[in-house]
């Protein structure tokens, strides 16, 4: 996988690379295409989900900020 499809990657929203995630799911297990480009949508699939965990910590980051600051003294 290239340097720019990465950078692609790291633009998306949560919520558009779950919907890339889920076509490209839906894609391998209907067998859509080569076995060659199986393995490249996997491997895109798989950056899909660490740029998904990666949003996911940052967001479970936050919460716990703000749940701190929310603590009476």
């Keep these: 996988m290239g340097a720019k ?5 790291s633009k998306l929203s949560f919520e558009q690379a ?3 995630l889920t076509a490209i ?3 391998i297990e209907g067998g ?3 076995l060659e480009e199986s393995l490249g ?3 895109r ?9 990666d949003i996911l910590q940052k ?3 936050r919460i716990e900020k703000i749940s701190e600051q929310q603590k009476p003294e």
Excluded: F, T
Excluded at 5 to 9: A, T, Y
Excluded at 45 to 53: N, Q, T, Y
């Design 41 to 43: 949508q996997y491997e």
């Design 59 to 61: 967001a479970q980051k």
């Design 18 to 20: 779950i919907k890339e």
């Design 25 to 27: 799911v839906g894609g």
């Design 5 to 9: 499809q990465n950078n692609n990657i």
């Design 45 to 53: 699939g798989m950056a899909l989900i660490k740029h998904c965990r």
């Design 32 to 34: 859509q295409g080569s």
